[in-house]
């Protein structure tokens, strides 16, 4: 669960990045206020199906059984000081959907009071986190912040969970790498059969024509 946060964290950077905003430390999303930001540094993506777990060089399939390995084997290594858990804000920034979408686990009915509760610690930590008097760019990033994550603490259903797509540039241009390279490979096999037909309909004439030849029929004409 508490690792959910750190991804949605992920989702927040690239528009942060794009605005060149820094969280201050007063913000309780700042991953410098985090107790887990140790055992965050020490997990390395080696490949895209590969993490490697850098207090003791075990590597894993997947992110989740990284982060299981950290919470059963490196306990100690959380930095229990900071005493600021992003567990705490789980509620506000939607984790229990996110969480519920990685299970695929089934919908659960509306406790209004809870909606209400994170909606107003949503737009606590939107003003926290980018205060409005701090000018134009902390303004923006405050509305998004509220259309991205507050807007559907609601229980009329119909409010979407991050409108604004997943905010994950990396995922999106390996995609369509991957999209390119499979228009490109059609192509060729289209080519190639196109080619290999061609050869074809283009031996069958010239044999047709050879067998037309006045020579050969006049070879045929005389073996009967
Ligand atoms: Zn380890």
């Known amino acids: 669960m508490m690792f959910v946060v750190w991804r949605i964290l992920q989702y927040l950077l690239p528009f942060l990045e794009k605005e060149q905003y820094n969280l201050s430390s007063a913000c309780r999303l700042n991953p410098e206020n985090n107790m887990f930001k140790d055992q965050e540094l020490q997990k390395d993506n080696v490949r895209p199906s590969q993490w490697q777990c850098l207090y003791c060089k075990k590597t894993f399939r997947s992110e989740d ?3 299981k390995h950290m919470d059963n084997r490196h306990y100690a290594m959380l930095d229990l000081n ?3 858990c ?3 804000i789980c509620g ?3 984790c229990d959907h996110a969480d519920s979408v990685a299970k695929a686990t089934t919908k659960k009915r509306c406790n209004r009071a809870a909606v209400i509760k994170n909606k107003h610690l949503c737009e606590a930590l939107a003003n926290e986190c980018f205060p409005s008097k701090e000018g134009a760019t902390a303004l ?3 509305e998004f912040f509220l259309r991205q994550f507050c ?3 609601t229980c009329d259903g119909s409010a979407k969970h991050f409108p604004r797509g997943s905010g994950r ?5 390996l995609y369509m790498a991957l999209c390119l390279f499979v228009i490109i490979l059609l192509g060729i096999f289209y080519l190639a059969v196109y080619l290999y037909q061609r050869d074809m309909n283009g031996d069958a004439s010239s044999l047709k024509r050879l067998r037309q030849h006045p020579i050969l029929k006049a070879q045929k004409s005389k073996k009967f």
């Not at 540039?169 to 241009?173: H, Y």
């Open 65 to 67: 059984y990284l982060d």
């Open 140 to 142: 923006r990033l405050n």
């Open 151 to 153: 807007d559907s603490h």
């Open 92 to 94: 506000a920034v939607h």
């Open 82 to 84: 900071s005493k600021r």
């Open 169 to 173: 540039r990396k995922n999106k241009s």
């Open 86 to 88: 992003l567990a705490d």
